[in-house]
């Protein structure tokens, strides 16, 4: 105890000498001022609002906490009796009361107290009253600020983060919702002015003006923080098993445009936001452009057959070098028949008799269509960073855009671009506006805002919608590109797509670097929820095709989403039939 009484005084002199120049100490709080001013003027901040779920589970709410700061100044010039009659407390047994009561370094905040130069020193946050208690007791600590403070928590850690956002220590919103929606979450600041006496304490009898804060609106969401759970699960399995280096994953309800999971990968920590990487901070999911490959087909193939320029059945030459087209993209080592109907070129994803297609569709007409899919447009979902993509005037189209456009080459997209196309396929040709944000409700009750399906276009009819839905089912299946996203007792309509990576700022593409994705809508003919995972590869990996990686992932993620929304099977005889093998 003597050596630590020795080691504090021998400290605290040395920072005496620093601070006064003289080793002189004043006796009141600020040193720079010779008279006491004993009026005072206070903001008192709203409590946040919170972030919870469709159904009303909590995401992201604030907590009153304390926050202790420590002025050494204070600590050694006011003096601390237990008791009448007792002996003051020594400065080092008042800091190891603090370092105890708050889980700190003794030494540490020793250092800290030594340091008369540097006032008011951040100490700690917490909400434990018997800290507050101790600390708060003019008989056991001196020198120890309390301020009133709200935390931020995000209870389910990382989940979510893209969608939620960020709030730093000092309330300011930094991203997601958080940022979008400041306005509403951060109510309004109350205010007191009055008069405190010679030690800083408020006289409550000569407050001159009080104005109680308004605390801040709910949002609620239509995500569903269950759904949520697994397509973050599955998505973040999925890269570390096919070696991706990230991915996305969007569930959405294919009649109201209402998006119950939306996954990005790299993700992060909503309470370390400040510390992040850009590749952690982005939201792939608008914030990504890419060029999507082969799913891409089905929108290319919608357009043709809407406008009447051709039939599910109708037939083109799979010769890569017939006469008429220029520079058509090649079938890598696949080998047709002769020729080919439109829906099995789907089913097999053929980029020539596509390309072909497109190129006789012609440049002007596939842009129009493309155009009225949402490409080229934000879609304008709540979440802020969202990106246009690219979609190139139609007269800027050169011979091989024509036949590499409608394939997903040459064009690029968001992940919320292309889901919401596939949504309006999934919807019998009607697109709805994606959202995320379901209602805004005051502390009263009051609701300040509520969401509605919004239909934003009608690409195609719903005749065309229809034979599209049929073309793509035997994708999954045995014959198709991605047999393993079949479901028993599910019908499923989807596309793969295994778009190979531009490289940034250099004409042409990565040698076997590629984007795996499969976008998908169940049951196929009366169609739930569309859903799209896609892995994004920064190294050659063997199964970096959609049908055999992104198509897994998918699988899993709806299966579970089917089970938890009773979406009743269109196709009970298969698990009839199952329950009866397995029999």
């Known amino acids: 105890m003597k050596f630590e009484r020795l080691h504090f005084q021998a400290l605290l002199l040395i920072g005496f000498a620093l601070y006064s120049g ?57 003096v601390v009796r237990p008791g009448r009659g007792e002996k003051p407390r020594e400065p080092a047994a008042i800091v190891r009361t603090i370092s105890r009561v708050l889980g700190l370094d ?37 020198g120890v600020a309390i301020l009133d403070r709200q935390e931020r928590r995000y209870l389910h850690g990382s989940l979510m983060s893209h969608v939620l956002g960020s709030v730093n220590s000092e309330g300011d919103a930094s991203a997601g919702l958080e940022l979008r929606y400041d306005k509403f979450l951060s109510g309004q600041p109350g205010r007191i ?44 399995e999925g890269i570390a098993e096919f070696g991706a280096g990230s991915g996305w994953a969007v569930v959405m309800n294919a009649k109201t445009g209402a998006v119950l999971a939306l996954a990005s990968f790299p993700d992060f920590d909503p309470t370390e936001f400040g510390s992040t990487t850009e590749s952690q901070q982005l939201n792939r999911v608008v914030g990504m452009v890419f060029e999507p490959g082969s799913v ?9 057959i809407d406008a009447g320029f051709v039939k599910a059945d109708s037939t083109y030459d ?33 980029n020539i008799v596509v390309g072909k297609l497109g ?58 671009q292309l889901i919401s196309a596939y949504q309006a396929i999934a919807n019998d040709g009607v697109r709805m506006r994606p959202r995320v944000v379901d209602r805004i409700v005051a502390k009263d009750g009051t609701d300040l805002y509520k969401s509605a399906p919004e239909a934003i276009g009608r690409p195609i009819s719903q005749a065309t919608a229809r034979t599209m839905r049929q073309i793509m089912k035997p994708v999954a299946s045995r014959e198709g590109t991605a047999r393993r996203a079949a479901i028993k007792g599910y019908s499923v309509a989807g596309k793969t797509g295994t778009a190979q990576k531009r490289i940034p700022g250099v004409k042409g593409y990565a040698p076997g670097l590629y ?8 049951p196929a003919d009366e169609p739930e929820i ?50 009866h093998n397995a029999l």
Request: hydrophobic share 40%; proline share 4%; with cysteine.
């Open 193 to 236: 002015q009055g008069m405190k006496d010679a030690v800083g304490r408020e006289l409550y009898d000569k407050r001159k003006i009080s104005i109680d804060p308004i605390a801040g609106a709910d949002v609620y969401l239509t995500l569903d923080h269950n759904i949520q759970s697994d397509a973050e699960k599955y998505l973040k």
């Open 530 to 579: 569309v859903v799209l995972v896609t892995l994004d590869f920064d190294a050659k990996r063997q199964f970096h095709q959609g049908g055999n990686s992104a198509a897994v992932v998918w699988r899993k993620l709806v299966e579970d989403t089917l089970r938890y929304l009773m979406i009743p099977p269109d196709k009970p005889e298969e698990l009839d039939a199952a329950h």
């Open 515 to 522: 984007r795996a994705s499969f976008c998908g809508m169940v």
């Open 318 to 350: 799979t010769d890569r070098f017939e006469e008429g087209y220029f520079k058509l993209p090649g079938d890598g080592s696949h080998v047709w028949d002769k020729r080919m109907s439109i829906a099995d070129a789907i089913v097999h994803s053929s």
């Open 296 to 304: 891409m087909k089905v929108i290319s193939v919608a357009s043709a």
């Open 22 to 78: 003289q080793g002189i100490v004043r006796a009141h709080l600020d040193p720079s001022v010779d008279d006491i001013d004993y009026t005072f003027e206070r903001e008192l901040k709203a409590r946040r609002g919170s972030i919870l779920d469709r159904k009303g589970a909590p995401l992201a709410m604030s907590v009153p906490v304390w926050e202790y700061r420590l002025d050494p100044v204070s600590l050694t010039n006011r």
């Open 106 to 142: 003794y030494h540490e905040t020793l250092a800290k107290a030594a340091n008369t130069k540097n006032r008011y020193q951040f100490l700690a946050r917490s909400s434990d009253s018997d800290a507050h208690r101790i600390l708060a007791d003019s008989k056991l600590v001196s």
């Open 359 to 416: 190129y006789d569709f012609g440049r002007e007409n596939l842009h129009g269509y493309m155009k009225a899919f949402g490409f080229g447009a934000r879609t304008g979902i709540e979440l802020p960073g969202e990106e246009v993509g690219i979609l190139p005037d139609w007269i800027k189209w050169g011979k091989a855009d024509m036949s590499r456009a409608p394939i997903g080459q040459f064009v690029a997209v968001t992940p919320i």
